[in-house]
């Protein structure tokens, strides 16, 4: 892995919403094609970390490059036109639009070759539902949505925050499987999870956060070994 080109670089991370400080000087990279899990209790400051990758926080300093370019100074529109894409918890589907509307609504950006028959190969239920509203699309069908949706604008890295949660374990299985392909095609993924069942068969490494820091970052074979640390930081 140490051999493939650095896709994220963060170095002394602070975000702020208001006069909330939340992240305190937060550091990693993300290599091409790893998945990464981003694992802490709540208010660790897991979400607010991808939020501050693209610009989305009321304030931010430190660095944040992407494939060696500084984005620090860039608009989030900006920052997704170097191929991150971000399906955030609350998902976003559009109301008035069929899911498959919902599918292609956005703009392709980069140079991700998912098109929309293979979403469908990946999600059968979304080809079932193509027509629907996509309000009457089930929660699970909806994440599938919002993961496909991301997908078709080409992005190659995604940031994905807490996709599995409170879904059905069919549809959790289902989209552990997509990230599976994915990863073998070369994607790069961060994964925010509250759920460390579904990310430690995922992830090459876990990042383990607390109190707006990464305080451990552990690969996959030493899961095991440092028990301690997992039960330390996330209870369980």
């Keep these: 892995m140490s051999d493939r080109h650095e896709v994220l670089r963060v170095s002394g991370l602070q975000a702020w919403y208001g006069e909330s400080h939340v992240l305190h000087g937060v550091d990693f990279t993300v290599r091409e094609g790893e998945v990464v899990s981003l694992l802490g209790r709540n208010g660790a400051g897991r979400t607010t970390t991808l939020r501050a990758l693209l610009g989305l926080t009321d304030r931010r300093t430190g660095s944040v490059q992407v494939r060696g ?64 509203p996509g309000t009457r699309l089930s929660g699970g069908e909806q994440q599938m949505l919002a993961l496909g949706r991301i997908l078709l604008t080409g992005a190659r890295t995604l940031l994905l925050d807490e996709i599995s949660e409170g879904l059905a374990p ?13 990863r073998a095609r070369g994607y790069t993924i961060v994964l925010v999870e509250q759920n460390f069942r579904f990310a430690a068969p995922l992830a090459d490494r876990h990042l383990l956060m607390e109190h707006g820091r990464i305080v451990a970052d552990i690969p996959r074979a030493e899961v095991a070994r440092r028990q301690d640390v997992f039960r330390e930081v996330l209870g369980v």
């Design 69 to 132: 370019r500084e984005t620090m100074a860039m608009a989030p529109h900006q920052v997704a036109r170097l191929g991150l894409g971000y399906c955030p918890e609350e998902r976003g589907i559009f109301a008035s639009l069929s899911c498959e509307e919902n599918l292609t609504l956005l703009p392709r950006v980069g140079a991700g070759d998912v098109g929309l028959s293979e979403i469908y190969a990946m999600f059968p239920n979304l080809a079932e539902r193509r027509r629907s």
């Design 170 to 182: 069919v549809i959790v299985q289902s989209l552990g499987r997509a990230i599976s392909a994915l």
